[in-house]
């Protein structure tokens, strides 16, 4: 079973930037697919961006395009989710997700293991 951990979520005000941290034990994780999804209260879970194993492919939702920056470090096997100008309708629990497979999917259906998650909350 792999473990999925996020880290870095916090209170911050509108405007402000934040970074998320992502970390598995597979032994094999720089190989993997990694996607971020949020889900804020009262809503759906919603794609936020997704990167392949190599960084080659990268996607973004679209209401945070231009804003949130996906990346990772292959040789420390983390992966960020930068947020730039985060705004109140940012607040959400955010969640990484891992595919077994070396390709991210904008689909929650494309990913087999996920962190519990970690809150980000923006006040306006």
């Known amino acids: 079973q792999v473990q999925v951990t996020e880290s870095g979520g916090g209170l911050v005000q509108a405007g402000d930037s934040l970074t998320l941290s992502c970390v598995a034990s597979?032994?094999?994780?720089?190989?993997?697919?990694v996607g971020w999804f949020r889900r804020a209260p009262g809503k759906d879970r919603e794609f936020v961006a997704g990167?392949?194993?190599?960084?080659?492919?990268?996607d973004y939702g679209d209401s945070v395009k231009g804003r949130f920056t996906i990346s990772r470090d292959r040789v420390k096997n983390i992966v960020y989710l930068q947020m730039n100008n985060l705004k109140a309708e940012d607040t959400a629990v955010y969640y990484c997700?891992?595919?077994?497979?070396?390709?991210?999917?904008?689909?929650?259906?494309?990913?087999?293991?996920w962190g519990q998650g970690t809150q980000v909350t923006v006040s306006s």
């Open positions: 997700a891992v595919n077994r497979r070396a390709t991210a999917s904008t689909s929650s259906n494309g990913y087999q293991y």
């Open positions: 597979a032994r094999t994780f720089s190989n993997n697919g």
């Open positions: 990167i392949s194993w190599n960084g080659g492919a990268i």
